[in-house]
Every structure is written in structure tokens, then in C-alpha cells.
């Protein structure tokens, strides 16, 4: 594995991004992962440095939201009476108010822009915006733990600045519907997102045949993965999708957005993949981002809610395979003892997830036809459609 | 749920004067499969394209400008079926769903009291409406809620679900169950985070699936 020029976008001001004590939505999370990576020794000031983020400007933001939304965001964060929240999505127990919000919000958001600007002015080929990732965000409502999209405004921001194709890539295990709803009608930027199926998940969405509308048709993909789908059956689908369609799109830039809730101790999700899944998924975006776009991918964090167990591990298996570092299995000792009292669980000792600790599913050979089945149907309607064998164009 | 809610207005109409030509070249411009036939403003019959298909001579017994000239002479009253089923706007989807599929049709056309073409509804009308209805409204989770079939005992669950944790409910389907039996209430909350409710509606004695009940759907079932 040969490195390349990265670039880790943070700050500890972004832990700020904080609903309650006890929200799931723990920003500790973050801590967690920059301290292992840089324990792991996979920062330098040289070809894998960390970068501070700016706040994303008001005119930033409303390039995806709505006037109305940002003034209703800026009332509640400076504390005005709440009546009337739930109109935006906000106030709720998923997503309440705290003082401050419009700001740190904006500072999450200028971190992803921050990583866009990076790997757009060719300073680095890969940025990591950690703290970014808010993927339910919409125009003008806040659901899922997310105010703003850093995400959309990001991918606005490249579109305004350096014209192009944006391709989206959401693994988290929630459907990517904030950023879906925003683009659906734009066919300069081809959302693809893989995630447990709506039928029992939040938010409801995110099945096949949600492909687009307008000019944009085609340009939606969603491949909706079976309760308990597991590595193998996961990771075959990122290795014959992702290439087709960033061979068949061919993108200027990839906007990569890695929650890692689909691992099989994640609380708020029934997926049941490894930290295997997200290396190696990791190495197949930028491998295909090699041979299409100059290696250019813009990655975010996301949703991820084992914050001891899983986020910091999975996050420094991304972080390795986009800065394309090996990254040693063994956690360092002074890691373990700097945050082990604090943890609530007995912490991992190994990086990556050994074969054995994973209890196979049951019902494996049907899961993973269905999955197959999911596939063959989105390939059989998108590919024509972006490949322009469609509706005679 | 009303069929006027779910019905396609100004649907495309032909005469019965109007050539079978002209018919299979609207039912292929409007990618539509049938057409109501309207005379003085008054609904006389339905003609789909497949009606024309079937009666346009075989092309290994006819030459094809002879098959053309077929289509371009026979009016549409020839073919057309007359006296057909139609419902009214205010009539339920429910209903025109059963008469459906009690005459084997796949579109009904929906009429006023004069008989003036309103609309028509598909089978694909029909199905859309299901699927909203078995989907959720808004951004959810969906539980599966197991409970005795009692005086009280949904009420009770939504109780626990909206004012015990303050959770919106977008969403709720009871399907039918045998009486005395155990009923499973099908809930769509709008949380992205269910567990305290999951744990809420458990310490109050109720089963809860997330993802499901099925025990062919849990991660512990039978393979």
C-alpha cells in the first residue's frame, strides 16, 4: 500500500456538536477515534496531517437550506421559546435544541467543506472530515440527530466552485435520505446509498425503485440490504457496484460518507457486519476513485453508536485505507489505560475484529439471495439510465 | 380512503367514431393501456389496446398494409365493450378494489351522476394506495407490538409509546386476527432511536419485535 497526500479535518471544538449527556448521538466518539489514530502513529505533518476546520458561511449553508430553516435555527440556538419547533424537526427527543446549535453546526459543516476545498485546490488527494456525515438533514427540517447538512453544503460548494460531477456513497446503515431529497432532481450529482432496509429501519426510505425525477432520474440509487446481512454478502455488493457505477457515472470527485452502525454491535441497527467491512470498503472506493478521478474522495463520519467498542476502531481502519497507511492491529497500551476507566465496556485490544468472535446468522443462504435479487433489480433500471441507453437519449 | 383521492383525473378519452388506429396511437403516446369511450359527454364503453391487438388480423394471413388499413377503417364502437362496470368518485377504494376483482378488470372508470367520465382508476392506482398505507407516512422506525386482543390493550401500548415517552406515532395497522387470540399491532414511531420505547412497552408487559415478531425474521431464527 503506497500513501497518499491526506488530509484528518479536525478540531475538539466539533465535540461540541452535543445534544444531551445522554444522547446516543455521543460526540465522545469522535475523541475516541482521533486519539487511536494518532496513537496508531497514522498522522505526520507531512503526507497524512490534520487540518483545522472554518465555519461554513451563512450563504454556504443556503445554498441547501432553505432562509426560513437557517432564521428558525438561529432563534432556537440563541434560546427563543421553542413553540413551533417541531415544525423544523427540531425540539424532538432525536434531535433537541441546545444553545449554540446554528453555530457548532456550522462549524461541523465548514469541517466537510473544509475537506472538499482540500482535495479540490489538489492540496491533498483524500480529506476525512470525522465530525461530518448528517445525512438526514433536509432543505428545511432537521431529523436523525442532524441540523444541517455538511454533506449537501460540501457537495454544493464543489458544484459552485468547480463545476463537475459529484458522486455521493452512503454505507451507514440509515438510509441517506437527506441528502437523496436534496439532489433528487439533479443529475450532476449521483447519490448512491447501501443501508438496512426501510421496512423496519429508520427513516422508512431508501428502496430501489427511488431513483430520481426530472433531469435527476436515474441518478438516485438505493440498495435496501436485508436485516442481518453480514460481511460477505455486504461486501460483494460494494465490489461489483461501486466500480460499475463510478466506471459507468464517471464522477470528478467522491463524496464518501462512512457511518459505521451497520456492525453487528451497533445498538440502533440489525446489520451484522465487522470492521473488515469497513477497510476494505473503504480501499474499493478509492481504488475505483484512482482509475476514474484522480483518487479524489471527500470522506465523512456519520452514524456509528457502539462509541467504545466500534467507532474509534472502524473510523482508523477508514482513516488507514484513504491516507493508504497498513495500519498495525495491536491497540496501544496507552490508549487502552488513558480511556479504559472511563469506558463502560471492556475495550477491544485488537484493531480489527478476530473471525471467531462473529456468530453467524442463521438464515445467511436467504439473506444474502435476497440481497443478490436487490441488486440485479437496481442494476437492471439505473445502469441503462446513466449509461444513457434510457429513454432515448 | 375515497377513489376521487386516488383516481387519475381528465384521463384520456376517444369517441366511438374515433379509428382503432387513432386509439393505439394514444394508448402508446400517453403509455396508457385504456381508454374510456365517450359520446355526448356520456360514458358508452372501454377499449384497451390489447382489445385492438386482438382484433387486428394475424400477420401471417394478412399482408401488413392490409392490417393498417384494418386499423385505419374500424371504428372503436365495433370493438369496444359496451355496458361496463364504472364507480362513482365518493365510492371507496376498498370497494372498487373487490369489483375489480370480482369481474377480472384491471381499470374501472369512475363516473358522475350523468355519466361523465371523471377519471379512471388502475390496478396500479389500487396498489399505489396500498403501499402507502402499509408504508409510513414520515421518518420512523417500525415496531411490531404484540398484545392481547382486549378492551384497552392498544390503547394502552399507544398510551406508553405517546405519553409515556412523548414518541409522535405516524402510523398504525392492526391486521385482522382470529378473536381471543393474541393481535400484533404494526406501529411506525418518529424516532430513529426506539430502544427506551421498545423498553417502556416491555415493562409494560407487551412483546415487542424490532425488526419483527417472525421468528423466521430474527437473527435467532430457525435457518
Redesign the interface.
Known sequence: MSRVASALVWDPAVTGYKFRPDHPFNPRRLELAVSLIEALGLVDDDRARVVAPRPATEAELLAVHSREYLEAVKRFSGGADLSGAHRWGLGTDDTPIFAGMHEITSLVSGATIRAAELVMRGEVTRAFSICGGLHHAHRDRASGFCVYSDLAAAIAWIRREHGGKVMYIDYDAHHGDGVQGIFYDDPDVLTLSLHESGRYLFPGTGFVDELGEGDGYGYSLNVPLEAFTEDDSWLDIHRKLIPEVMEAYRPDVVVLQSGCDGHALDPLTHLRASTRLYEETTRIVCEAADRVCGGRVVATGGGGYAVWEVVPRAWTLVWGALSGQEVPNHIPHAWLDRWQGEAPVMLPRFVRDAEEDHKPVPRRAEIEATNRRTLDSLRRQALPLIRGWGLGF | MLVKKRMTHDPVVVSPRHSLADALRLTRERRIRHLPVVDEGVLVGMVSDRDVRTALPSPITEPDAERVAFLERTPVSAIMRADVDSIGPLDTVEDAAKLMRRRRISALPVVDAHGAVLGILSESDVLDAFVEIL??A?????LEIGMADRAGELARAMRVIGEE????ICSLMVPPGTAGERRVAIV?V????P?ETIAALEAAGFEVG???LES??R?????
Do not use: M
Open positions: 408504508g409510513p414520515n421518518a420512523s422506525s417500525r415517552r412523548g414518541v409522535n411506525h418518529s424516532t430513529i432511536d430502544r424490532w425488526p419483527s423466521d425474521l437473527q435467532e431464527g430457525a435457518a
